[in-house]
């Protein structure tokens, strides 16, 4: 995984770093997934099985953290909880 900074310009534009580029190019459509302080930038054309399997994750991702939160976590031994990511 590679990681960059960057910053907002006034006009809300962002740049993405020179090196992380490499595999785009002008005129690229991409898909911009906002998930309160995160952004995720995927290319348009790479929207397969992959990425829709992603979103997937991270749903329930954001509704387990929200169940943790509120007090609602299940507790399972380490074989239950193996089990039960097999089904994901």
Same mark, same amino acid.
Request: net charge negative; no cysteine; aromatic share 8%.
């Given at each position: /995984? ?17 090196? /992380? ?19 995720? *930038? ?9 990425? *829709?399997?992603? *979103? ?19 507790? /399972? ?7 039960? /990511?097999?089904?994901?």
């Amino acid at each position: /995984m590679d990681i960059g900074i960057t910053k907002m310009s006034s006009k809300g534009q962002i740049v993405i770093p020179q090196d /992380m580029r490499e595999n785009f190019a002008e005129g690229d459509k991409l898909i911009v997934i906002r998930d309160e302080d995160r952004l995720v *930038l995927r290319k348009a054309s790479k929207l397969d099985s992959q990425f *829709l399997e992603d *979103l997937e994750f991270a749903k329930r991702s954001d509704e387990a953290y929200d169940r943790i939160q509120k007090g609602e976590g299940i507790e /399972m031994d380490f074989d239950e909880f193996i089990e039960e /990511m097999k089904k994901w």
